[in-house]
């Protein structure tokens, strides 16, 4: 089949959305399936275009055997409403327009985290008289209102609107967690169309390795005991409780925080980092996909941090497979939910809640001094990664959009079935 997938974010950038469809799209291709992908210049999250790249209105080029379209939009860095909007209805705009001239798919995908996407995604669809199956990342825009970027209010509740909307004129809703499926069956969306398919990670690219020795010494991280912090650093993630936790910590000279990203948060994480003179805090810069396992090779202790919000117990990190891929134990601080019982019932590591510094302390100097505890983790940790396979993710995903084709008028009945073996 041919397969028209919106996202506005795709490699080189590096952060989940992006990653997602990669790798799973890359299987589709080596299946047989056409995949078109309609994106945007890569700029996340800084705003700022990688090396090679401009903002054109359309470029196109081959990657891994995918067709990437590239369209033009409003380039901001992830920070501030207003802008970001800006870039999201920019982006919405172009991919629909430069959707019509593509060669007329069999099936049109878009995926969130912010729903204008998916609202191009829809409109294109319905011009091109094609089925349209919205990928649910994030439940957008609660998540906006849960990290305090907007209050409540009439502009929520008709975005709100919207996005109910987008979910009824789906064929199909795949949802990235049962939490999801639980919101939206909530809010009357027939839960027979909402098919769970949770992420995963790609046993291709990620595998136990020795430590970059180099790498260590590079980041003044040498014979340290790493909790490292892969990704974005942004409100949702509340890292500012991270820098909490290390100031207790201040005087276990032998554990060292790493934190290796960008985002929104990111300089005002260092300031307050040189503030208080955490010298067990070492930042680095955003790194590109291919170095990212050697990144996780330096880690003792893979970090994955949440606000604490009920929005935020809904979603699942896609950062916590990969570090299960590269036999690390898990620190998970996040609101009980959803990914907590994942890890729990994986036995891949230890769950602290969010927004309590002295839990997460005492987490990581339990993780520093039982090296038992830490080996059974890790055991464990690298077993459940074969179990959140990206392939299996694909297979899951490539199954539902070949149900929407084949009996478009029964899919609710069919996916309702799939969705209860996930």
Known sequence: MHILFLTENFPPET????????????????????????????????????????????????IDGIEVVRVKTF?????????????????????????????RPDIVVATSPQF??????????AMRRRPFI???????????VAVGAMQGGALINLLEQLELFLYRRAAAVVALTQAFKVDLTGRGIDPAKIVVIRNGVDLARYAPRPRDKVLAATA????????????THGLAHDLGNLLAAAELLREETRLAFLLVG???????????????????????????????????????????????????????????FEAMAMAK?????????????????????????????????????????????RQGLTTRSLAAAQVHTRERQAEQFIDCLTRVLARPGEFGHRTGELAEED
């Open 15 to 62: 952060n989940a959305a992006a990653t997602r469809v990669f790798e799973r799209a890359v299987y589709w291709v080596r299946w047989g399936h056409r995949v078109t992908v309609l994106t945007s210049a890569p700029n996340f999250p800084d705003g700022k275009l990688f090396d090679g790249y401009r903002n054109r209105w359309r470029q196109r080029e081959v």
């Open 75 to 103: 380039i901001t860095a992830n920070s501030g409403f207003l802008l970001r909007t800006l870039d999201f209805v920019s982006f919405m705009a172009s991919a629909f327009f430069f959707g019509l001239f593509q060669k």
């Open 116 to 125: 204008f996407t998916a609202v191009g995604g829809w409109a294109l669809a």
């Open 134 to 144: 919205f990928e649910l990342g994030d439940l957008w825009p609660r998540s906006i």
């Open 220 to 231: 003044g991280l040498a014979g340290k005991f790493i909790i490292g912090y892969v990704g």
């Open 262 to 320: 960008a985002g929104a948060e990111r300089h005002a994480l260092i300031a307050s980092a040189r503030e208080r003179r955490l010298d067990n805090v070492v930042f680095l810069p955003m790194q590109p996909k291919d170095a990212m396992p050697g990144v996780w090779s330096i880690c003792d202790v893979a970090l994955v941090h949440l606000k604490d919000s009920p929005a935020f117990a809904e979603v699942i990190p896609s950062k916590m």
């Open 329 to 373: 134990p898990i620190l998970l601080v996040a609101p009980a939910g959803e990914a907590m019982n994942i890890l729990l019932e994986d036995g891949a590591g230890l769950w602290v809640p969010a927004g309590r510094p002295e839990a997460l302390a005492e987490a990581a100097s339990q993780l520093l001094q039982d090296d038992a505890l």
